[in-house]
């Protein structure tokens, strides 16, 4: 017999007088995102990427669309070839190296009503509620039912007071010297005149204006600024809205779906190989994958599975936490080991991922699902000063749990629910990037 269409599911439902309550969950989140150059502080360690170009200002940041899932790292563990109970209880979080996170969003926890209680003689047992008691729209009513969709919405726009990185002494002082500003001289300004000036602590003179140091580098300043290509900074953008192909772990009690687990989960971490390199190996923010393919030297054994390369998150032995060395995969001239401790972040010819690079660069299509990858621009050389994107989840997925936490249910667990979005950010200068965001989203369930 053939399986019900979605039609004849809700006819029998209707008749049935089942799965009449619907439930909405709001989303939201806002904030402002704001780069750094690897000095300000902005980031926390654990966030910083390791292999990309930070000597720039680069906006970098994420965000889960409930949450982020656990994986093996470039530790010696779960570089072996034999899987063992320590490649579960030493995962990481894959967040790590990604910048700034915005948030979990949580946006699979639907709390459920409680079944009363009644005591009888001190024991107490479950009561089913009468059928029109009132149930808020934020619950649901009965652990089983459906999970209809998400809908999200992101927007991103251009703060109005956005700081921009002004040029340095030098570059004035030259422009000044070739008498490039018509009236002015660098006679009555000094360095410490120019420093003052950004400070707001330059006193105005009582001399002529020619003799001004305000007007002389404000004149200074507009010739600069018409040498600009652009006139302002060129703010570009990446999104990436990706999840794993196959379901995820994530060890925690809310949601260690053990059934998963047995039927096979990816521990595959985006640290490591969200990108593809130049060399045909995957890359991230924290190291690459050697590839099974193009680095059989680096297999004596004959190991089936390909290595993770590069820093690892961990305490060493001195109690410092912070990123440290991980493993090197070495050649099958180098007997009784697969590799050794090290730190290799990239593949041999392939160098540290400049922000062009990360504009530009493939994404891993083999071993991850990709819903978005867009590029925008944004600022006054563009005529925009926004951008917003939708997200449409139609899941329409059984459920059958009591927790509020919708992936502890066992009907979910042949398909991975943990997306995850970056988003990366430059001027293509020295010029900071902020940028404010908006989430507004919601989760649609039925139950009852």
Not at 43 to 58: A, G, M, N, R
Not at 155 to 176: C, E, G
Not at 275 to 286: N, Y
Request: charged share 20%; aromatic share 10%; hydrophobic share 35%.
């Amino acid at each position: 017999m053939a399986p019900f269409n979605t039609n004849q599911v809700k006819y029998i439902q209707a008749v049935a007088g089942r799965q009449q309550h619907t439930t909405l969950k709001a989303i939201n989140q806002s904030g402002v995102i704001k780069s750094t150059n690897g000095i300000d502080g902005y980031w926390y360690d654990v966030q910083k990427p390791q292999t990309f170009d930070t000597s720039d200002p680069l906006l970098l940041a994420q965000f889960a669309l409930h949450e982020y899932p656990h994986a093996w790292d470039a530790r010696g563990v779960h570089n072996n070839d034999q899987l063992e109970a320590a490649d579960f209880e030493n995962v990481v979080n894959t967040a790590y190296g990604f910048g700034k996170s915005l948030a979990e969003l949580r946006a699979l926890d639907v709390p459920c009503q409680a079944e009363s209680l009644v005591y009888q003689t001190g024991t107490a047992t479950t009561q089913d509620r009468p059928d029109d008691q009132f149930i808020s729209s934020t619950m649901r009513a009965t652990p089983d039912g459906f999970l209809k969709s998400l809908n999200l919405k992101l927007r991103l726009t251009l703060p109005t007071n956005i700081p921009v990185a002004h040029p340095t002494w030098a570059d004035i002082k030259f422009i000044l010297d070739q008498g490039l500003a018509p009236g002015v001289s660098s006679t009555s300004v000094t360095e410490t005149n120019y420093q003052d000036f950004w400070r707001g602590t330059l006193p105005t003179p009582t001399a002529a204006i020619d003799l001004d140091p305000k007007h002389i580098i404000k004149a200074a300043l507009d010739v600069y600024a018409r040498s600009h290509p652009m006139h302002t900074p060129h703010y570009e953008f990446r999104l990436i809205m990706f999840r794993n192909r196959v379901n995820t772990y994530r060890a925690t009690a809310a949601s260690n779906n053990l059934e998963a687990l047995r039927n096979g989960v990816s521990l595959l971490n985006p640290g490591y190989d969200l990108f593809m390199g130049q060399t045909g190996r995957p890359r991230g923010p924290l190291g690459y994958r050697t590839s099974a393919k193009l680095d059989k030297n680096l297999d004596p054994n004959g190991a089936p599975a390909p290595y993770y390369s590069g820093v690892r998150w961990g305490t060493d032995s001195l109690g410092v936490t912070g990123f440290m060395d991980g493993v090197i995969p070495q050649t099958g001239a180098d007997t009784g080991h697969h590799y050794t401790q090290g730190q290799k972040l990239f593949p041999d010819g392939e160098a540290t991922l400049t922000h062009r690079d990360l504009m530009t660069m493939p994404l891993n299509k083999n071993d991850y699902v990709v819903m978005r990858d867009v590029r925008f621009f944004l600022g006054q050389s563009q005529g925009k000063s926004h951008f917003e994107d939708v997200f449409d989840f139609d899941f329409n997925d059984p459920i059958n749990t009591a927790d509020a936490d919708l992936l502890s249910s066992d009907t979910l667990a042949d398909k991975n629910y943990r997306w995850h979005c970056v988003l990366i950010g430059t001027s293509n200068g020295k010029d900071p990037v902020h940028l404010n965001y908006e989430i507004r989203g919601t989760t649609s369930c039925q139950s009852g």
